[in-house]
Structure formats: C-alpha cells, structure tokens
C-alpha cells in the first residue's frame, strides 16, 4: 500500500463531511531516528491521506489511529474500535473524528479548535488471506525537525495558489 499525505491550509474549524480540500502538493516521507517515517508540516498546513494499492495487490482492511499532543490515542475511522476502511475502494482518509464534533483535520500545529497531532498508526491486513496484520507509524514534526531526522529538504512553504483549479473527477 501506498501513502501520500495531500497538504492545504489548515482550516480554522472542522471540515465539511464528504468534502475534501483541495491537494496544495504532497509532502515528503523520511525516515526517522525511532525508525518510524516522519513527514515535515508547518504550523499552518494540514493535510489529508492518499491510499493507492500497486494494481495486482489484493484489497486490504486499514485500520487508523491517530495520537494527539494531549497525550490522547483516538481511532481515526470512528468511535468503534472495530472501525476499518477497504481499500480499495476506498482512496482517502480526510481527517479524523473525535467526540463527534465532525471531521478534524490531520494537523501538526495545534489551532484554538484542534488539538495538534503527534502520529498516526496505519494497521493493515490482506482480506482474502489469513495474514498477520502490518503497521506503519508516521510522525509529524516540523520542517526544521524534518531536515535534522532524513537529511532530507524540507517542502516549500506552502501556497495557498498551487492547487489544482478544475474539477475534481469522482
């Protein structure tokens, strides 16, 4: 499985359910000191997941956690613990949920409305066989954090103008 991380300006409130902001750029995936990944965000971008599988690959279950600055481990998909996606079909995770007050944004900085996210724990497995399910841990640091860690560039500073301006196909 693929993961790409869709970054745009982060929203001052909740994100409107079944509508996803526009891609302002992917940002980039190192690896971390701990051997986790970590992607680079800046106090004003938030972004959105990204899910493709290679073409022969079987469908998969994904389950998502997401760990917040207040120390706080929620399950991203929904307030069940058995919450999972399949995918495919499906190709992206928007946010998380939380005390259903909507769909948060996957943010590093920490706004008046969000709480700040410190990682998310991807949990797959293979549904037509019997498999022992996979993780993936990525941490958000920030840009500077990010350079120290991969030895890799940071992103350019984000920009609001660089998204696609058409429409978007289903």
């Known amino acids: ?101 909507g769909l948060r944004a996957f943010a590093r900085g920490g706004g008046e409305n969000i709480d700040g996210c410190v990682r998310l724990v991807f949990r797959a497995a293979i549904l037509a066989v019997e498999s022992e399910p996979f993780s993936t841990v990525v941490r958000l640091v920030d840009y500077a954090g990010f350079t120290a860690e991969s030895g890799m560039a940071p992103p350019s500073p984000l920009d609001p103008d660089a998204g696609f301006q058409g429409w978007r196909l289903p």
Not at 38 to 67: C, K, Y
């Open 1 to 101: 499985m693929r993961l790409s991380f869709q970054r745009f300006l982060r929203p001052t409130s909740r994100i409107a359910s079944g509508s996803l902001p526009s891609s302002l750029g992917a940002l980039p995936v190192g690896l971390g000191r701990q051997g986790d990944l970590i992607v680079p965000t800046a106090d004003n971008e938030a972004f959105w997941v990204g899910l493709e599988l290679a073409r022969a690959a079987q469908p998969i279950t994904l389950r998502l956690s997401v760990e917040l600055r207040s120390g706080d481990v929620l399950d991203a998909l929904g307030a069940a613990p058995s919450s999972a996606l399949t995918v495919p079909p499906t190709r992206h995770v928007g946010g998380f949920t939380h005390a259903g007050s």
